[in-house]
């Protein structure tokens, strides 16, 4: 949900940087982009509607600047609603990331003694309040720590001070990670905005911010006003890892890179493991797998992992819901967080809720040092490295992955885990060969005609929650209205939508739901269905067939994914559509 970008240094020009910076963060937001650069005691800005890597804009002089990627919240698509936003003397410029919940009435007190507004944002509030305190004689890092605590909600924002040639940067709740490298120094909401210059990084933590006037920043806690000293960390991703390579899309590269990432998730700490396995049969008051979107929908294939693997109840709920359960919670309960980001709003909150109640907390991250890793008891990264495309696909698949390893501690046997993941990570290796990738975009083809509207997956067992993920694929990507079900409940209500040459995907796994999920298949079949089934073995109902590996159903939790996430990506090309950057949504959902 937007991305922010500032950048000191003393021998380049800040524009390209931050430019070439914006583009890596615009998997954030990409409906309009705009920076602000100090040049002789002046701030020079530009902003543009649309995303950066397609629209012009011009050069603005300085080497020192900030730069955001915008996700509206608070105001349409204009030019005036793109950030940087500046105070009434123009000394002072804003970006910022995140949502102000009281700026309403703070504008008002603002506009009654005279601040000029341009925008209908709530971030150019911030700087109108800098500048007040400013004026009543306080100096820069006083006047944002004063208003710091004034904002309500969830922020991070990035201040450019004309007048003292001053770079702010704050974290209240959205990420920030400043990159040190000689006579430079970036911040960004996220690490690939500046990984291809620097691997050495420092996480703001909340309440904490960051003064940089030369080389060495310097860092304050907000409560207290004092000095800190903050850690230097190495990270060792590679550059690769967050470019797209010769590859069209993100999405079909991290779909790819699935040959190998389910290796790397599987690379987790033994002991903690055990630990964690532990932590789980002793939650007497319950255990809750807490996610949003396509990781809500890993935490409902978690409640059926658990059940088959480890014969254990587990409790699965959309962390925007959670909050309806907080009276089941109490020290004996546990809360596992899924999220890509660990950044995402919903879960957050949930995770502050579970915490207030003296719940323990686990997470399965893809982001270091993310805000959901600095709240959990014990976290688990998924090792995918940096997954930029929209939709969610090697992340997701490294998700089951950790969980189904999990289930096999809870039960004392993870080398069955690692054993039963290995060999599946051999199965798609394989199943990722480019006459497979070519028959699905076959029937991507087909299906991408005007006239296919409406599309239902169905599942039974693990197949049912993995039908839902399907769902949120197709419509993500291809925007496609699809529908996921448990294949028995079509014939109650759901069957009456199916006509002739309406696409139903019959997810089948090598178990002992295949001949039920068959029978539902052959139902909507009679009634004209046009059947696509993603199974291990082809069947005569099938009109196209995708084959995948004859493995168990908690094997199918990953393999059957791998078919539906090229067959989203080929739909949402064959219509023309930019996969990466679905219409409406961010990679980073850091809103309730
Ligand atoms: C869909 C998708 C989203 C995310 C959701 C949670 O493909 O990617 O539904 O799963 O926004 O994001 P994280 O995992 O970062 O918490």
Redesign the pocket.
């Known amino acids: 949900m937007c991305g922010i970008i500032g950048y000191w240094n003393i021998d380049n020009e800040a524009l390209p940087i931050l430019s070439g910076a914006l583009k890596k963060l615009e998997y954030r937001g990409y409906d309009s982009f705009g920076f602000a650069t100090l040049n002789n005691g002046q701030i020079y800005i530009e902003k543009q509607i649309g995303k950066i890597s397609e629209v012009k804009y011009n050069n603005i002089p300085g080497r020192v600047g900030i730069g955001h990627t915008r996700w509206a919240t608070h105001g349409g698509v204009t030019k005036q609603n793109s950030h940087p936003h500046k105070d009434c003397t123009g000394k002072i410029a804003v970006v910022h990331n995140g949502i102000i919940e009281n700026f309403q009435e703070l504008k008002r007190r603002l506009v009654d003694e005279g601040h000029k507004f341009l925008s209908n944002t709530d971030t150019e509030i911030i700087p109108h309040l800098i500048e007040e305190k400013l004026a009543s004689g306080l100096d820069l890092k006083q006047s944002v720590i004063k208003i710091s605590k004034i904002l309500k909600g969830r922020n991070a924002f990035i201040v450019l001070d004309a007048e003292t040639n001053e770079m702010i940067a704050i974290r209240n709740g959205s990420p920030l990670i400043l990159g040190l490298k000689d006579k430079e120094v970036f911040i960004a909401s996220d690490i690939p905005a500046f990984l291809d210059k620097t691997k050495e990084v420092i996480y703001l933590d909340d309440g904490q911010l960051a003064v940089i006037r030369n080389e060495r920043p310097e860092f304050y806690d907000i409560n207290t006003g004092k000095r800190i000293i903050k850690r230097l960390i190495k990270i060792d991703w590679n550059q690769n890892q967050a470019e797209k390579g010769s590859y069209a899309h993100f999405m079909l590269k991290e779909i790819i890179e699935q040959k190998n990432t389910i290796v790397a998730a599987i690379n987790q700490d033994e002991t903690q493991l055990v630990r964690v396995a532990r932590e789980i049969n002793n939650a007497t008051n319950g255990v809750f797998f807490i996610?949003?979107?396509?990781?809500?929908r890993v935490c409902h294939i978690a409640e059926y992992i658990f059940s088959k693997v480890a014969n254990k109840r587990i409790n699965y709920i959309p962390a925007s819901e959670f909050e309806n359960y907080k009276h089941f919670l109490s020290p004996e309960t546990l809360v596992i967080a899924?999220?890509?980001?660990?950044?995402?709003a919903d879960?957050l909150d949930a995770l502050k809720i579970a915490k207030s109640k003296g719940a323990k907390i686990i997470s399965i991250l893809?982001v270091i040092g993310s805000s959901m890793s600095r709240i959990s008891d014990y976290t688990f990264h998924i090792n995918a490295g940096p997954e930029k495309a929209?939709?969610?696909?090697k992340?997701?698949t490294s998700q089951i992955a950790v969980i189904i390893l999990l289930s096999y501690a809870c039960s004392g046997k993870i080398k069955d885990g690692e054993k039963l993941l290995m060999e599946l990570s051999g199965e798609i290796n394989d199943m990722l060969n480019p006459r497979y990738q070519e028959h699905i975009k076959n029937i991507a083809t087909i299906l991408s005609d005007e006239k296919v509207q409406n599309m239902f997956i169905i599942g039974r067992g693990i197949n049912y929650p993995l039908s839902l993920e399907s769902a949120?694929?197709i419509m993500?990507v291809s925007y496609i209205n699809a529908q996921g079900f448990a294949g028995g409940e079509l014939k109650h209500g759901p069957i009456a939508l199916i006509e002739n040459g309406t696409p139903v995907i019959v997810l089948v796994a090598d178990d002992n739901d295949k001949a039920k999920i068959l029978s539902n298949a052959m139902e909507v079949k009679s009634r004209g269905a046009y059947i696509i089934g993603i199974s291990p073995d082809n069947n005569n109902i099938f009109d196209y067939w995708i084959k995948t590996p004859r493995v168990d159903s908690v094997g199918s939790a990953i393999a059957n994914l791998i078919p539906i996430q090229l067959l989203s990506y080929y739909l949402g090309v064959a219509k023309g559509y930019n996969v990466d950057y679905p219409k409406n949504?961010a990679?980073?959902?850091t809103v309730n």
Request: glycine share 10%; net charge neutral; aromatic share 0%.
């Open positions: 996610g949003c979107g396509t990781a809500a899924v999220s890509q980001s660990g950044e995402t879960v893809n929209v939709a969610s696909t992340a997701t949120i694929k993500e949504l990679k980073s959902v």
